[in-house]
């Protein structure tokens, strides 16, 4: 269940990082996340106010529960701050297999706090620390451009804050709070912190063209469609296994931009996104 679950989640994800690119280049970064995120938000209030036992559970909740779950929805808001900036960018198909190594960040995370890894899971490890820099080397686009360079460093920015805020999730708040409270604490905060940024331009918070509500709330159900399955992956104890399998949204995505928006890139790239994946399973088998 729990590999079933944390691929629902890579498929999920990918699908909403190659469409919150588009969102972000019509929208703005900031604007189209409080929108998506809105949807997500508005449907979780909806199961919470329907199911009684959630008020319990919620209810009961240590305190120490609610700040971890609110230091996860920090990481995990920056994140997507920097992701959809990254995709915003440059290529889908470089930024998010960068992305994608939040679970080599998870995995040290795990190995610093007394987890032991097999001799898969450090073989996976090394093989993503090879194959990163070679996604960033772009000799085709003339030693890379500002712009380039600029996605490269936002999309590892995201890679760092998902895989700490999904460290924080899986093993500290998720057991206190259940998964339907985390998530919605998590849109909760997200929320807030948007609002709090467009507060200073009133006009951001004008409602999308209608033409565009199609595509924002498919991405704020593909969004909330990829927490959950990850959240429900994570109670199942099997949290590196999850995490580590919902990175493969970086292929996703990646194969997305390639097919649908003619991206291109240069040898060493390919080389590097297919060596990243790689450790990505290896990381899963030794997981």
């Known amino acids: 269940m729990a590999i079933l679950l944390g691929l629902a989640a890579a498929l999920c994800w990918g699908g909403t990082d190659f469409l919150g690119g588009a969102a972000a280049r019509a929208l703005g970064v900031r604007r189209s996340l409080f929108f998506s995120q809105a949807i997500g938000f508005a449907g979780l209030s909806l199961l919470v106010l329907f199911l009684p036992a959630i008020h319990g559970q919620m209810a009961s909740a240590l305190p120490e529960a609610w700040l ?126 948007l609002a709090g940024m467009l507060a200073a331009r009133p006009a951001e918070f004008r409602p999308p063209p209608s033409s565009l509500w199609l595509l924002i709330t498919a991405i704020g159900l593909l969004s909330l469609c990829g927490f959950g399955t990850l959240a429900l992956g994570a109670l199942t104890g099997a949290v590196a296994v999850v995490t580590v399998l919902s990175t493969l949204s970086g292929a996703v995505t990646a194969a997305l931009g390639v097919v649908l928006r003619g991206e291109r890139l240069s040898p060493l790239q390919w080389f590097g996104i297919a060596d990243a994946l790689l450790g990505v399973l290896l990381l899963r088998i030794g997981g």
């Open 68 to 193: 971890w779950g609110l230091a996860a929805a920090l990481c995990n808001f920056l994140g997507m701050l920097a992701l959809l900036s990254a995709l915003a960018r440059g290529k889908a198909a470089l930024v998010a297999p960068l992305t994608a190594t939040y679970g080599v960040i998870t995995t040290l995370l795990s190995l610093a706090t007394g987890e032991v890894l097999g001799w898969w899971a450090l073989a996976g490890l090394a093989l993503c620390f090879i194959g990163v820099p070679c996604t960033v080397y772009a000799p085709d686009d003339g030693g890379a451009s500002a712009g380039s360079r600029a996605s490269l460093r936002l999309a590892l920015a995201a890679a760092l804050f998902f895989g700490v805020g999904f460290w924080l999730q899986g093993h500290l708040a998720l057991p206190g709070l259940g998964a339907t409270a985390t998530l919605w604490l998590l849109y909760a905060t997200n929320l807030v912190c």
